[in-house]
Structure formats: C-alpha cells, structure tokens
C-alpha cells in the first residue's frame, strides 16, 4: 500500500548558529540542528556541512528523529584560518545527504533545496564572555527581570572598564538548559561567568567548563550567587576556600591591591541603605585581589593554563553610589577579561618523535654484537683446531669464508627488514595527571603510514575526536558524528607510501577507589619526603606500567634523574643530591641510544616553553611509558606503536622530628630577594636565566625557598654549585643573616663549575628571610680598568612598591665579558 504523503515527507532540518554572535579563525564553534519530523515514521537525517565553500572539509551529523516530533542536536565547524583583513562574515552551506545503491546522494530537502546557504559572523578582536546563570522563574514582581539585568549590566561595567573599545560585543547568555556536547563547544569564549546553580545537573557541561578552564580560560565564579558544592564539583581540590557564614553588609571598607602598579592597598568605602550579602571565606589562596576586614572579597586560583576568579561580595558592592566600577572591581577585572590563553600544545613538538617510529627496522645491536661474536667464535675454533692438526695455513681459507658468511647474513638481515614496512599506524603522547580531579589530559599525535591503498577510517568514542594535523587536502574529509557522540572519518583510502599526521586532545578519568576509569588504573600521585639521602617516595598502581628514563622536574629549578624500584603494586622512586641533570640533559646516560636521544630533543622543546606549560604546576615526576588506550580506532589492517610520556604530580610528606634530611635542588625555589638593594635584572627567576656576557660589577641577592610541606628544618649545611665564567674578576658568595653578610667564598677568574659547601650554621637560619639568602658578588676587572663618572640602573624595583626604583652603579669601561650560567644549591638539615 503507498505511503501518503506525511509518511513520505523527508524532516525538515535547520542549522542555527549558536552560542557566540560571531566565530574567530582557526577556532571551532558549534552550529544547532533542529529537525522536524511531521511523518509517521522514525527517520535518520545525515546532514553535512562545509565552511567558506571548500567542500573537501565537512562536518557532518547523524541525526535520528522520532515520528511527529521535533529534535535539537549539534554540529561543530571548523573555522579556516582567514587571510583576508577586515573580513566580517564567512559563508557555511549545508547539505542533505542519503545513502543509495551508487553510494551518497544529495537528497533535496522540504524546500526541494538540494544545499543551503548561510554566512557566520567573524571576529579577530572582540573578547567574548558567556554566562551561565540560574534560568528565569517566574516573575510577579520583577525579580528575575532585575536580577539578569543586573548581572548582564555588571559584566558590560567590568569588560568597559578592563577594555575600552567601542567594538565589544556584549556577554553571551546560554539560553539551553544544558551546554552543547560537542567538540570545541566553548573554544569561542574568552571568559565565563557563572552565577548561579543551572550547571548542578549538567554532568556534561561541568566537564566542558572543567577542560576549557585547564586548557587557558578564565573563569569567574560568584560564591555569593554559586552553591560550594557545584564549585567543588567543578574543581575538584582545585577549590582553594571554605565557606565560613554569609552576612549583609549597608556599609564596608574595600581593600584592593593593583597587580600592575603599586603594592600597597587602594582603600575605599561603600555605603547604600539597601545591603549587599557578604560571604566570608577561608583560603589558601595567597592571590587575594581585595579583601573586607581581613576577609578576601576578591582572590585567584591557577588551574592548569587557566585562571578562576572568586568573588564573596554580592554585584552590588562592586558598583558605587554613580553605578561605576569600584577600583578593586577595575583592578581585577583588567586580569579577568583579556582574550584567552592558548592552551600549553605538545603536537607540533611530539610530530617528528612519532614519524621516526614509521620506517625499516635498523638491525639491533644485539644482532650485530651476535655475528661479531659468532664470527670471531669460528676462527678462534677453526685457529685452535688445525693448530693442534699442524694446518694453520689453512686459516688463509676460513677467514674470509667466515667473513663473507656474516657479512651475507648482516645484508640479508638489513634486506629484509628495510624491504618491509608495514601499514602502520604510531602515536606519541603527552600524559597529564590532574590529582585534584582525578583526570589526564592527554594530547596524542598519530602518524598513519599505508603501505598500500588502505581505508583510513579512524572513529572515536564520545568527549574524544582526533583531526589531521594539516587541514588542506587533495582528498575529501568528513567528520561525521552519530547521536550518541561517537565520531568517524569518511575519506578515500589513503595512496600507499605516504605518512598523514593526526592528533587528539581529551580528558578523561583514571581509577582510584571512589570513581569508575576511563582509561584504567594508572597512578595520579607521587607521595614522598626527605630521609639523609635524599628523597623518598612512593608511586601507587605503578606495577601495570613501564616507567622509562624516569626523573623529577619542576620547572625553572634543574631535574634531578629518578631511580626506580618496582614491586608487587607500586614502585620506590628515589632521588639523591647527586642526581642533578645539567641544563637541556633529561636521561641519565653517557651514551644514549637512538630512542633516547629522540626523546632528550622532544623534552628539551618541552622545557622551552615551561613557563607556559603543566611544568609550572610545581614538581613532577616524568617518565616514559606505553601508551594509554583512548578509544581511537582504525582498521585492523595496521600495527600500533606508540610511546607515552607521563607526568604526575608530586605530594610532600612532613618528615618525623629528629629526622636528618638533605633536600635535592629540584625542590628548591629560586626567587630574586628584593630586601634593601631592589631585585636583580641579571636573574629572571620566572624562566631561571641568567643574562648573558655581562661587562658592569654588580652583586645579585638570591632567596631559596624550602618547601612549604618540610616545616621547620634546622639547616646545618648547604652545598653550592654555580658554573660560571668570570676571568680577570673576583667572584666572592655571601650569606645573609639579619642585617649582616659574611663572605663563605672567593675565587679569582672562575671557569666553569665552581663547587663549596658552607656549613656555619650561624649564617644559615632560614626563618628570616623565608629561605636561605646568598649574594653574588662579581668584581670589576683586577687589572684595574678605569671606570666612568656615568651609572646604570642594576635593579628593577622595591619590595613594598613594585615600581622602577633605581640602585645606581658605576658603568666601566671595559669589554671584558662575565655570565653565570647556573646557580644551584641542595641543603641538609635536621628536622624539627
């Protein structure tokens, strides 16, 4: 019997764009999908979409749309990189598609439209802020209309304040009940805002928020309008404060600091007759913006890349009585809304170590070590033999028999391993572990080689999606995702012989007592303390992996190379003084292999970009091992190869009183001490380099500082080491104690590395200054150079005022060049 015509009816299919007025380059941003189905059966609609009319690029989704109803879904796109300056719009064209006997059709849709078009808004300068708010209730007295007026309006005050262009778009509100589960959902947005609850039953937005916030974004969460609970939901024991109480407030002193000018605090008063709600915190946190009678109003968390900004007093305490931002608003908000961080990135730098994987197998050097040995093994039998026989002459026949035997096995060997390379597809990662959260981000890079034509039909399971290194193809792509957040590539096979990078950035959950695992046990923390030797610590579910050319690192302070003791479950990890690796060197080793010196180039990119990376998040335990299992698949044709590199973090146990301890220098923070004579511009203790061939004398406070978790120590030796290069200069240490310095060292002309201990326990108390202070002081040159009346700014500024405040020394005429290129110290003690 013929279906009539509401049977037959194809759905009728929308795409929106949604969540930002308008996207950026080379950014993703998801498109809404709604689709209407008036007939009487179930349908399956695959849409496909393609960006600035290059079709070779889509994105596609499956979408399953019951009878007489209406379904939303999503779709991301990719944003190309623009060229085009001034460019306000790109054109995006949507096409319906089916499935036939000849392959995939255009199927015309109720429009008898076969693609449609429609243009995305876009931007490179306007910073974009989204909302999540409580949604509305209903309204009898307009309180709800008050209420989102007064956070939209807030928001506009703090980014008009921070940034004063005329061309900034106002805030984004999510009008959905829920964020948008796609790939790269909140990639457009700069910042977020959340002021209230509407994220309590959104499992899968608070993860979203979660990894954007790891990956650079800037977070500002209002504790007077936002549950604790959802928070820590949300950061894990990356929420730094407890809720002490909460009060109302008609009058109040605000205490705000500038994190770009002056030190001291701005204060300023608040009074209105209707009060504002205060919540009092406790915090760890010791980036306090502004405070209220002792009690932070303001304060900051690093979290990964990103920042959070909590807030305690209510919106209307940031505003005075002309409804103009309070200056301890201004103040954080010019931190707040500045355009998003890009996220630390290894792909580029993890590419050429997954490459090198494709390829012929070089023979080992056991297989040569083993001809050798059998070769000489049969002259020497051969030799012994008919010397007994009285033929020895006979050896003029046997080595070069021998000779030609082994040097044909050794061409066979490397024949057929070189005449065979498998289709093969090698990944290389990067393993974050987030112990606050229980997570890993993991970045993984993928090499995919075809030694014929092979379908290349790569799939990841949901909250997971790999993309091509390079996006400009011959060959035409499709990202298509089903509806239940699964995603495959549709391409032609790949042509035989050639290699395609892809690469894959998640999160995802690891296994400890309390939660299920997405990628099976592994540890998330390295627990420890300090012992005569060094420090001790212990790695827990270690035993199910392999730890490789494992060492400590925390960034700018030296690595120290671990050694690694495995057991039934776990694994021993201890460091001792003596294990500090030089500048750029991260394995052990005298004589690397080729694996580990490809590894040693990779670490040192790594380090390069430290101050930008996962480095800065205090000390890290690193190794290598295999890699972790993602959910990506390919087809069965290809071997897998792969390498991990893993870094999890480090956890200080106090040590027992009475303990002695010595503490390696990778625990050691080195700072500039800005006492009395201002900081140093020769040290930057941000990256920990030391400025280059330098002419003026000058001497250097330095503090380093113990860690925290260590408590008191009563230090009875510290041992220095600084590799320096000063000829035709005395270069003497001094020990700070007090308002007193005592020299503990002097050499005239160093060159390289310059090793003392200084064990006067009178000039060695840390509780003064935070930490141990030394001096270095480096002359002018002993031959007595005549110096100039002319002087040269040293320092950079005062402790209490952190502006420019000159200590003037004498510049001298000379080019006789000096530099330091480290200085290091470990400390011994006892603990009390």
Request: some cysteine.
């Amino acid at each position: 019997m013929a279906q009539s015509p509401s049977e037959q009816s194809p759905a009728g299919i929308t795409i929106i764009p949604s969540m930002v007025q308008r996207a950026s380059s080379n950014h993703w941003t998801p498109l809404k999908v709604v689709a209407v189905n008036r007939g009487s059966q179930d349908r399956n609609e695959l849409i496909s979409v393609y960006v600035d009319g290059e079709p070779k690029v889509q994105f596609a989704a499956d979408v399953w749309v019951p009878a007489g109803s209406q379904r939303q879904a999503w779709v991301p796109v990719l944003v190309p990189p623009q060229t085009e300056v001034g460019r306000v719009n790109i054109p995006i064209t949507s096409m319906m598609l089916q499935s036939g006997p000849d392959g995939e059709t255009l199927r015309p849709d109720w429009t008898d439209a076969a693609t449609i078009k429609r243009s995305l808004l876009l931007t490179e300068d306007e910073i974009n802020t989204g909302l999540i708010s409580d949604p509305p209730t209903i309204d009898l007295d307009g309180t709800e209309v008050y209420r989102i007026d007064h956070l939209t309006k807030l928001i506009d005050v703090g980014r008009t304040s921070a940034i004063q262009n005329s061309m900034e778009l106002p805030n984004i509100a999510f009008n959905a009940n829920f964020l948008p589960d796609t790939h790269g959902a909140l990639d457009q947005l700069d910042q977020i805002v959340i002021a209230g609850n509407s994220l309590r039953h959104d499992t899968a937005g608070l993860l979203a928020v979660r990894r954007w916030l790891r990956r650079g974004g800037r977070l500002w969460i209002m504790l007077d309008q936002t549950d604790e609970d959802i928070v820590r939901d949300l950061l894990g024991d990356d929420a730094v404060f407890d809720i002490g109480d909460s009060t109302m407030l008609n009058q109040f002193e605000l205490q705000s600091f500038n994190a770009v000018g002056s030190n001291d605090a701005v204060s300023e008063t608040w009074e209105s007759e209707s009060p504002v709600e205060f919540v009092r915190v406790f915090t760890s946190s010791e980036d306090i913006s502004s405070s209220i009678d002792g009690w932070p109003a303001a304060f900051w968390q690093s979290v990964g890349d990103g920042e959070v900004l909590f807030t305690t007093l209510g919106g209307e305490g940031w505003l005075n009585s002309q409804r103009g931002p309070m200056n301890g608003f201004t103040y954080f908000s010019r931190r707040l809304f500045e355009p998003h961080v890009e996220p630390f990135d290894s792909v580029a730098a993890m590419a050429p170590l997954v490459n090198e994987q494709i390829g012929y197998q070089v023979p080992s050097r056991s297989t040569a070590a083993f001809m050798m040995i059998t070769n000489t093994v049969l002259i020497a039998a051969g030799g012994l033999w008919w010397m007994r026989m009285k033929r020895l002459e006979r050896l003029a026949i046997l080595i070069p028999a021998v000779a030609l035997l082994t040097g044909g096995a050794m061409l066979w060997i490397g024949k057929s391993n070189s005449g065979s390379i498998p289709t093969t597809i090698a990944s290389g990662q990067l393993v974050v572990i987030n112990e606050a959260t229980q997570e890993a981000d993991i970045q993984s890079t993928y090499a995919v080689y075809c030694q014929d034509e092979t379908p290349v039909e790569l799939s990841s399971k949901a909250d997971i999606f790999v993309q091509p290194l390079e996006w400009a193809s011959n060959r035409t792509k499709r990202a298509q995702w089903s509806g239940s957040g699964e995603n495959r590539w549709i391409q032609p096979e790949q042509p035989p012989g050639t290699v395609e990078n892809w690469f894959s950035n998640t999160s995802m959950f690891v296994t400890n007592s309390t939660n299920t695992s997405d990628i099976g046990s592994m540890p998330t923390m390295l627990t420890g303390s300090f012992n005569e030797t060094g420090f001790v610590g212990n790695l827990e579910h270690a035993s199910s992996m392999k730890l490789e050319d494992a060492f400590l690192a925390s960034f700018p302070a030296p690595s120290c190379s671990a050694k690694v003791a495995m057991s039934d479950k776990d694994a021993a990890i201890t460091v001792g003084p003596d294990a500090v690796l030089t500048a750029g060197q991260f394995v052990d080793a005298t004589l690397l292999d080729d694996t580990q010196t490809r590894r040693q180039a990779l670490l040192r990119q790594l380090f390069e970009s430290g101050e930008q990376s996962f480095l800065k998040d205090g000390v890290q335990l690193m190794f290598w091992s295999d890699p972790q299992d993602i959910g990506i698949g390919v087809s069965e044709a290809f071997d897998r190869i792969g390498t991990s590199l893993v870094s999890i973090p480090v956890k200080l146990r106090a040590p027992e009183p009475g303990t002695r301890v010595r503490i390696p220098a990778t625990f050691i923070k080195t700072e500039s001490f800005t006492k009395s004579r201002g900081m140093s511009s020769l040290f930057n203790p941000r990256n920990g380099q030391w400025l280059t061939d330098v002419t003026k004398s000058t001497e250097t406070d330095l503090l380093f500082r113990l860690p925290p978790e260590l408590g008191d120590v009563a230090i009875t030796r510290v041992n220095v080491s600084m590799r320096i290069a000063a000829p035709e200069r005395t270069v003497a240490i001094k020990a700070v104690h007090g308002d007193q310095s005592t020299t503990v060292f002097e050499i005239d002309s160093p060159t390289g590395l310059q090793s003392f201990s200084i064990d006067d326990e009178s000039v060695l108390d840390a509780s003064i200054n935070g930490g141990i202070v030394l001096t270095l002081s480096v002359s002018s040159p002993i031959d007595g150079a005549p110096e100039a009346a002319d002087s040269v700014v040293i320092s950079q500024q005062t402790p209490q005022t952190n502006v420019p405040h000159p200590i003037v020394g004498e510049i001298e005429t000379t080019n006789k060049t000096w530099q330091v290129d480290s200085f290091i110290i470990d400390v011994e003690g006892v603990a009390k």
